[in-house]
């Protein structure tokens, strides 16, 4: 109840495009039951948590922000929803995001733009003498409704997804700990894809042991997600006193990118100086590919949306226009109805890309760099450095105003220089919260580890904290 009454006091913030009171009190008082007969489930029984609106949820709406789909209810849950009820977790409700998870500031969805709860914090207001309605701040995203529900206290936990960055980029932005699992450790069944090849449920937490606990749960091959690994036998807890003398981070020299603020770069600094101070070793290492990630996400990205989106014909479910003067302006309609312009143009830029006479220029030409991106990686991990160490974002959060002042999409699309690179490897990589700036809003730093060190990286995560 203390959650719901939350939600509703933070009901300006528009982190829940539904909230499910009425299961959310059922499932409460079914977990209260347990508690007193001493059959609790586990660590996660009767804890509320909230999923992102792309993950599908029985008999409950599940829209992508998206006009298309504003009346969907999906008959089944996602397996990591499904996962999260087996352990007695309670459903608080399904959060805001850009429209179908393309984005980085959570200001693109058909039901309005996500508000960082920071922006309403005592150190911002002061600080910055912050009193307009209009100067609130964006809370990243595309997973930003997931980021707000954790930092504004209204739900223990949240599922987000993260295909270039989009659980990593709000963690950072709105202050909580955000986890991009292992690609292939965590089910995508019921995950309504972006970019198949690149997509993970991320994990959204108040902190680095709560998001353990949370991957212990879902980690795990799962029959209806072939692209799924068995999960590496380890304790779900993380080591109480995590010792960091014997690591080896590298800093990627790359990663001192144009646009980087300043005091994001000291923060960089100051906390691989404390790793160094503790007795890891740091060293600079280059990741020479890095460079394209950007360009190689955009043209597969496109490719598998132009793929992905086919399904939305107005014929299986979701939206159907009202003209019916044949098929073919039934679907166009449909979809020009829809899809908002982000949709609708990276589904005409993918199927140019597709085109049989672009098809090796650019799309197998992305996969080919997309290897070289990996590949530095392994080249790094096997040298004998056990985890990079980079910002997460290139600044803290930026106004609403000058967000989409700024071409929204070039803005967006550099947003994830630091975060891309993880998803062309399918690697773990976590954002963890180390300050405020000096306009009072979190700053976040990322660490990016080899496949399968995933508790790993949490532990160190822990450490930082
Ligand atoms: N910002 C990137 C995009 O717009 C990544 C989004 C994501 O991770 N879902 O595609």
């Known amino acids: ?57 029985r008999d409950v709406k599940t829209t992508c922000a998206s006009r298309m789909l504003k009346d969907y209810t999906p008959p089944y849950n996602a397996t990591v929803v499904q996962k999260l009820f087996d352990q007695g977790a309670l459903l608080l409700g399904k959060t805001n995001m850009d429209e179908f998870a393309m984005g980085s500031g959570s200001t693109d969805g058909a039901f309005g733009p996500v508000r960082n709860p920071w922006s309403y914090a005592t150190p911002y207001c002061e600080r910055t003498g912050a ?43 709105c202050g909580v700990v955000a986890l991009k699992p292992t690609y292939g450790l965590l089910s995508r069944h019921g995950l309504i894809p972006l970019v198949n090849s690149c997509d993970v449920p991320g994990i959204l937490a108040r902190s680095a042991s709560d998001a ?15 692209t799924t690994i068995p999960a590496p036998p380890s304790p779900t807890e993380l080591p109480e006193n995590f010792d960091v003398k014997n690591l080896c981070i590298g800093i990627p020299k790359e990663f001192y990118a144009p646009g980087l603020s300043e005091e994001t770069a ?30 190689c996400y955009h043209v597969l990205c496109c490719a ?45 830029s993918g199927n140019y890309f597709l085109l049989k ?24 991990f096997s040298s004998g450095i056990h985890m990079l160490l980079t910002p ?39 954002s963890v919260p180390v300050t405020l700036s000096r306009r009072g809003l979190p700053i976040g730093l990322q660490l990016i580890g080899p496949a399968f060190r995933d508790k790993k990286l949490l532990s160190v995560a822990q450490w930082i904290e």
């Open 1 to 57: 109840r203390k959650c719901l009454n939350r939600i509703k006091k933070n009901q300006h913030l528009n982190a829940y495009i539904t909230v499910t009171e009425e299961l959310a009190l059922k499932q409460a008082h079914e977990a209260e039951t347990r508690l007193l007969q001493g059959t609790s489930k586990g660590p996660l029984d009767g804890i509320p948590f909230a999923v992102k609106d792309n993950f599908s949820t």
């Open 131 to 173: 009193a307009q309605d209009s100067d609130w701040v964006i809370s990243g995203g595309s997973s930003g409704g997931s980021a707000a529900a954790v930092a504004s206290l209204t739900s223990y936990l949240a599922l987000g997804s993260d295909t270039g960055g989009s659980t990593r980029n709000p963690g950072a932005l």
């Open 212 to 226: 353990a606990i949370i991957l212990g749960i879902l980690q795990g091959i799962d029959t209806k997600d072939s």
């Open 266 to 295: 000291v923060q960089w600094s100051r906390v691989a100086d404390m790793f160094e101070k503790s007795g890891a070793r740091v060293e600079q290492v280059s990741l020479p590919h890095s460079h394209y990630s950007i360009a």
């Open 304 to 348: 598998e949306v132009a793929s992905n989106m086919a399904r939305f014909d107005g014929l299986q479910y979701g939206h159907r226009s009202e003209v019916d003067s044949s098929t073919e302006a039934m679907y166009a309609t449909t979809r020009h109805e829809g899809f908002n312009d982000v949709v609708r143009g990276r589904i005409l």
């Open 357 to 380: 006479q672009n098809y090796e220029h650019y799309f197998v030409k992305a996969q080919r760099v997309r290897r070289l991106i990996a590949d530095d990686f392994n080249r790094v």
């Open 392 to 430: 997460t974002t290139l600044s803290d959060a930026a106004r609403y105003a000058d967000f989409t002042q700024e071409d929204n999409r070039t803005r967006s699309t550099q947003e994830d220089i630091f975060t891309v690179p993880a998803n062309m490897a399918g690697l773990p990589a976590v």
